[in-house]
Nanobody
Framework: QVQLVESGGGSVQAGGSLRLSCAASGYYYMGWFRQAPGKEREVVAVVAADGRKTYADSVQGRFTIFTYNDLQMNSLKPEDTAMYYC???????????????????WGQGTQVTVSS
């Protein structure tokens, strides 16, 4: 059974940094999503094995996703507080996944809490 395991979550003050990691291998596309209480799960960033990366507007310039699927989060804001999920899918020609429906494999999540 496929298993993705996230690590690196925690509590930090606004303006601080955290780095999330996802233990996974063999996938072409990796992504990070987040879900705050009472809200839909939303995409944060996606990376392809060929180096292509996309980011949500809300994190552009503050977060960096790496091809090995670490997510470096800088200048954190209280609105970044959420459960963060790692996601993965296999290769598809001419494709860049974006929505949660595009991903086939998921981790259990790691909590990120940013206090003001």
């Amino acid at each position: 059974q496929v298993q993705l395991v996230e690590s690196g979550g925690g509590s930090v003050q606004a303006g601080g940094s955290l780095r999330l990691s996802c233990a996974a291998s063999g996938y072409y596309y990796m992504g990070w999503f987040r879900q705050a209480p009472g809200k839909e799960r939303e995409v944060v960033a996606v990376v392809a094995a060929d180096g292509r990366k996309t980011y949500a507007d809300s994190v552009q310039g503050r977060f960096t996703i790496f091809t090995y699927n670490d997510l470096q989060m800088n200048s954190l804001k209280p609105e970044d507080t959420a459960m963060y999920y790692c996601a993965a899918r296999k290769f598809r020609l001419g494709y860049m996944p974006w929505s949660r429906l595009d991903f086939d494999y998921w981790g259990q999540g790691t909590q990120v809490t940013v206090s003001s």
